[in-house]
């Protein structure tokens, strides 16, 4: 079997959420009818709504195009710290115009990335420094991509004086650093990851922050949760994780589904949706 098959989908969820982390454009959605198959296919097992995420600028311009072509789709535009070693004054500049658009609703995924050597700490640490202070500048969530660099994300968030939103993408942190987060204020979204049996840090971490301070996400077509760990992912596979993550806070997933839809709309704004009917008939009962 192909590593890279997407799986069945999952039975549905009884409340709605949103996939508040993605990337449309690395699954394949090309155009505004992939785009809107994919919704569809996340619609009907209860994910209303997803933001697509960049990490270049092609992908920056990807993700508004696909927020633009469907109404389920936001877009969060960045550069990632892996492509921080060489960035001109240009694509900085374009960086910004694309986070000014309405359909934009976070600045990210931007923070640091210690575990691959594609970019040195420090350009990786400027390009932070600059996409904390564009966040603030433009009034929007700062998405935080960290992996392998808890210290001294959390260090640069305190010197630079985090925006009133801070979302810790994909948290991957231990339940020390959890607590740290929710006495800052800051989310932390779920990923895939959480389901993992060998995550033992990171589930301990998940009982940590209060439901308001809770998102989940697939990060797709990366981190497939379990039972589905190594197949290609897509925001439909959502429940899955809201399933895993219930289970470890001892809620019901429904309970949680409808904490981290308002968690959404909270973060990311009225743009998130509220009454909608999915392909198969179901109105939302979160709206």
């Known amino acids: 079997m192909s590593r890279r098959e997407v799986p069945g989908p999952p039975e549905a969820l009884g409340a709605f959420t949103v996939d508040a982390h993605t990337h449309l454009d690395a699954c394949g959605c090309t155009d505004a009818a992939s785009v809107r198959a994919a919704m569809d296919r996340a619609s009907a097992v209860g994910v209303i709504g997803a933001v697509t995420v960049a990490d270049d600028l092609p992908a920056a311009r990807a993700a508004v195009a696909a927020a633009h072509w469907d109404a389920r789709v936001l877009a969060a535009v960045a550069l990632h710290p892996t492509r921080t070693k060489a960035v001109t004054e240009d694509e900085f500049a374009e960086i910004e115009r694309l986070a000014a658009d309405p359909r934009v609703v976070a600045v990210g995924e931007t923070g640091l990335d210690y575990y691959w050597d594609h970019s040195p700490p420090e350009a990786q640490q400027e390009s932070f420094r600059w996409h904390i202070d564009l966040a603030k500048r433009l009034a929007k969530p700062l998405m935080v991509h960290d992996r392998d660099a808890h210290t001294d ?124 009917t999915s392909p198969d008939g179901r109105t939302s009962r979160s709206a």
């Open 153 to 276: 994300v959390l260090r640069i968030l305190r010197e630079e004086g985090a925006p009133d939103t801070v979302i810790l993408h994909c948290f991957s942190g231990d339940a020390a650093m959890a607590r740290e987060c929710v006495d800052a204020g800051y989310v932390l979204s779920f990923a895939g990851t959480v389901t993992f049996r060998n995550a033992k840090d990171l589930r301990e971490a998940a009982v940590v922050p209060p439901d308001d301070l809770v998102l989940v996400e697939t990060d797709a077509p990366f981190l497939t949760p379990h039972p589905h760990r190594g197949r290609a992912n897509e925001p439909f596979c959502l429940p899955w994780t809201v399933r895993g993550l219930a289970e470890l806070r001892g809620a019901q997933a429904d309970s949680l589904a409808e904490a981290t839809l308002r968690n959404a709309r909270r973060c990311y704004g009225p743009l998130i949706p509220a009454d909608v």
